[in-house]
């Protein structure tokens, strides 16, 4: 018979992130309750889903009010959850909330959300990070060109600060822009002239990515694995279309580099400390510090390196499970309907590409995707034998978006 402490609040499962974690617990005999955004979440047609809510729409009164009464009628007291927003809004109110939110605190997660502090931290602990600038007025750009070198990347400190004033005005906010000229970066820039801030800019970093994923606990890494993009969307970088693991043996200085960012952080639970390295320099430098479960999430889970189960686990019950398998490093897993984009672009829409240093192989590119499929240690962020319900969710939702177009 379940108790309490086998019930388990995900909250967004919307995505491969929120999908793997009701994979992962659910595997292990959880009982998994799901909230996705909408009736057609991927994750609220998982067969680990034993149980499945539609998160309201509405203020947040409403939506503590819609927790707490999933909580009383499940018996579930510890929750999960996918998004910084959802983590931000947690922390906003914990004390209202009639269960345990399994978060960074609001603390925690300002630190790593904001960049510049992030990379001071960094420093300290010999790790590099791109030059940056910052700017309040557009005037500090003459003063700046002499010591910029381009391509240069734009990036927010903390982009969940404009976020809000963003929306109001209408100004898009991305994650990621390129800046090939003095001319281009000084029109991108003017386009966030009405927030009365900027993002900051950053030295371009060759190389490819590489996340160093590790479960702090009182200042020590209970579990680590590690991973690079072999692709990315879009191309030029952004989020990991195809990843594979790397063996623990290989970046151990940058490893405990990394751990020792995270004690400087103070941070306790799952992170990611992502770097953009250069193979040929034996150079890593420093993206970011993700401070939530990240993208690439289904390629730990089909690895054996448990991060949502250490965290139901140890923040949740305190307990320190062991890992039953070994942790495996010769996983690749991708998301095939982004690979095709990515391919799409790369043969058909290569303007659109905006690193123009890059070059690829046409012949390569699709032999490589079709390859794939062959590939016996090949999985993916959605489609599961064991599982396979959550694939056609995501196949209907991709009919109806291109239906609307």
């Not at 955004?37 to 809510?53: M, Q, V």
């Not at 004033?165 to 990621?176: F, H, N």
């Not at 751990?259 to 306790?268: P, Q, T």
């Amino acid at each position: 018979m379940k108790t309490a402490q086998d019930k388990v609040i995900i909250l967004g499962t919307d995505s491969q992130i929120g999908l793997s974690l009701i994979r992962e617990l659910g595997r292990r005999n959880c009982h998994v309750v799901a909230i996705g955004r909408s009736r057609d979440s991927i994750g609220l047609r998982s067969r680990y889903a034993r149980e499945r809510f539609v998160w309201p729409a509405g203020d947040e009164k409403r939506q503590i009010e819609f927790l707490n009464q999933v909580a009383g009628s499940t018996g579930a007291r510890y929750l999960l959850c996918v998004s910084e927003t959802d983590i931000l809004f947690l922390n906003r109110c914990r004390d209202l909330l009639e269960l345990t939110p399994l978060i960074p605190g609001q603390a925690a997660i300002e630190r790593v959300l904001d960049k510049q502090r992030t990379a001071g931290a960094a420093a300290e602990v010999g790790i590099l990070s791109p030059a940056s600038h910052c700017i309040d007025d557009l005037g500090e750009l003459d003063a700046l060109a002499p010591s910029l070198r381009y391509p240069v990347i734009l990036k927010w400190r903390n982009p969940h600060e404009v976020m809000h004033d963003a929306r109001r005005q209408g100004v898009p906010i991305e994650k990621v822009i390129y800046c090939h000229s003095a001319e281009q970066l000084a029109d991108r820039l003017g386009r966030y002239a009405p927030l009365g801030q900027f993002p900051m800019i950053q030295a371009y970093c060759p190389g490819y990515g590489l996340g160093q994923f590790f479960f702090m606990y009182r200042g020590k890494a209970l579990l680590r694995f590690q991973h690079r993009r072999i692709h990315e969307w879009p191309p030029e970088g952004g989020f990991s279309s195809l990843c594979a693991g790397v063996p623990l043996d290989r970046h151990r200085a940058l490893q405990e580099r990394s751990i020792a960012l995270l004690r400087k952080l103070d941070w306790e639970g799952p992170a990611m400390v992502e770097y953009r390295y250069d193979e040929h320099s034996d150079r890593a430098v420093l993206m970011e510090v993700n401070g939530r479960f990240w993208g690439s999430l289904p390629l730990a889970y089909y690895s054996n390196a448990p991060f949502g189960w250490y965290t139901y686990q140890v923040l949740g019950l305190g307990q320190v499970p062991a890992v039953p398998e070994p942790i495996r490093d010769d996983i690749q897993c991708r998301n095939t309907l982004i690979e095709l984009k990515r391919l799409i672009r790369i043969l058909f829409q290569r303007q659109k590409i905006r690193d123009k240093s890059l070059r690829f192989s046409p012949l390569k590119e699709v032999t490589g995707f079709i390859g794939g499929y062959f590939n016996p240690r090949m999985r993916y962020y959605v489609f599961s034998l064991s599982d396979p319900m959550p694939l056609f969710a995501d196949w209907a939702a991709m009919a109806r978006k291109m239906m609307r177009r």
